[in-house]
């Protein structure tokens, strides 16, 4: 089978030759910059480069011999290296990403280049803040942290319904979607990758990013026509840019990444009865104008933590596939999601603990996790493998080879 046809196969429930293999193909099946460098180290490569393309969660973009090295059968629609598009495309490149790149050192001292609109400057602390247009801080890494953290969320302070509906949203340009026609068409016609077309549809997370997480919360408990106003906006703005997305590039990815963070590792953030009677309708009414609009795009749930209790209700909604699939939250043991959900949701992750495993296993234990979790999930196809989220900036390049050499022999 060629990569597409294998993550085709297992994403209508068909054994495959063998298991799908992702790395990178969204911004929670990938790796981070840190972790990229001692892999390349440890691999002895010395050439190339370690592009950044998420500078919040300071992820690589794994490079093409990575994907081939690995044996990955799926890549995004946005990513920058080749495979990346025709070279005549290349304007696609400046208006989405600035252009140009610039060096930073990361935070074990070593090299990687950011997109030039990322652009972190010293905090004085010997650590690093973002800044918007205006001279506002809207980001920070402290020194020694791993990641950038929001700090500014511009709804906070909204105290009435106008104030939330006079907030603009973003709308996709003529420009960027034509743009991404060109890149999706090409990608589809002179590679043989599953093709993964970012788009997102939060509801939860969107209100979080613009209320603060607490405020939102606080809203939804006691103050939920604020709350739904905010979330009528955010449903608004994305069926108009969805149905947009899908005539520009419908015809040619296979699926559409959604997200919405609902978990904890203990349970849902919301009761099960608040998230049906509050963002479930809206969830569905998006992932719906997928199923309406482009029926052979399968619907890509990410979705962090317990969700066991939520599961129903998003296979309702329409969800085809769920990540990270983490495992060591509560109920959600492989062998019960397995079980009680296999037949009708492709799983998309849970191949290896990235909270315990990887990061502290030996090989040898890393091997023997990737193959016992491959026979529970893979069981009649529905499978494909992938850590649970990113790989973090500790884990052993060692174990990082481990895992992907176990998932090709145990898949094969």
């Not at 025709?86 to 997109?115: H, I, K, M, Q, V």
């Not at 960027?176 to 599953?194: F, I, K, V």
């Not at 788009?199 to 103050?223: C, H, K, S, V």
């Not at 979705?303 to 998003?314: E, N, S, T, V």
Request: net charge negative; glycine share 10%; hydrophobic share 35%.
């Amino acid at each position: 089978m060629t990569s597409r046809e294998r993550v085709l196969a297992a994403l209508r429930h068909e054994p495959p030759d063998r298991v799908p293999i992702d790395l990178g193909a969204m911004g929670s099946t990938g790796i981070m910059a840190v972790a990229y460098n001692r892999l390349k180290a440890h691999l002895g490569r010395t050439d190339g480069v370690t592009l950044v393309c998420d500078g919040y969660q300071q992820l690589a973009e794994p490079e093409h011999w990575i994907l081939d090295l690995f044996g990955v059968d799926v890549i995004d629609l946005g990513r920058r290296l080749p495979p990346v598009s025709d070279p005549d495309l290349a304007a696609e490149f400046t208006e989405r990403f600035g252009g140009t790149r610039r060096p930073w050192t990361l935070s074990d001292g070593s090299a990687c280049e950011l997109p030039e609109f990322f652009n972190p400057q010293p905090d004085g602390k010997d650590g690093w803040v973002l800044r918007d247009e205006t001279g506002r801080v809207i980001g920070r890494m402290p020194k020694s942290a791993y990641y950038f953290k929001e700090t500014y969320f511009p709804l906070e302070g909204a105290r009435t319904v106008e104030e939330i509906n006079a907030f603009p949203l973003h709308r996709y340009t003529d420009e960027t979607l034509h743009r991404l026609q060109q890149r999706a068409r090409w990608l589809s016609e002179n590679t043989d990758y599953a093709l993964m077309g970012a788009f997102g549809g939060n509801i939860l997370e969107y209100g979080q990013t613009f209320r603060g997480w607490a405020q939102f919360m606080m809203d939804l408990a006691g103050d939920l026509p604020l709350a739904e106003a905010l979330m009528d906006r955010l449903l608004e703005s994305h069926l108009a840019n969805l149905d947009a997305y899908l005539d520009a590039v419908g015809d040619y990815i296979h699926l559409i990444v959604m997200g919405d963070d609902l978990g904890t590792q203990e349970g849902p953030q919301l009761s099960p009865e608040l998230y049906h009677a509050t963002i479930h309708p809206r969830h569905k009414a998006i992932y719906q104008l997928v199923k309406k609009k482009s029926p052979g795009v399968y619907v890509f749930l990410h979705c962090c933590g317990a969700i066991y209790d939520l599961l129903p209700d998003l296979i309702d909604e329409g969800v085809d596939v769920l990540n990270p699939v983490q495992t060591s939250a509560a109920k959600m043991a492989p062998e019960r999601l397995k079980r009680e959900f296999g037949d009708k949701l492709c799983f998309w992750g849970g191949g290896c603990e990235t909270q315990s495993t990887l990061q502290t296993g030996s090989p040898s234990e890393v091997a023997d996790q990737v193959c016992e979790r491959i026979r529970l999930f893979n069981q009649g196809g529905g499978y494909v493998f992938n850590q649970i989220h990113n790989i973090q900036a500790n884990v052993p390049p060692e174990n990082i080879v481990a895992m992907f050499q176990a998932a090709r022999r145990t898949g094969d």
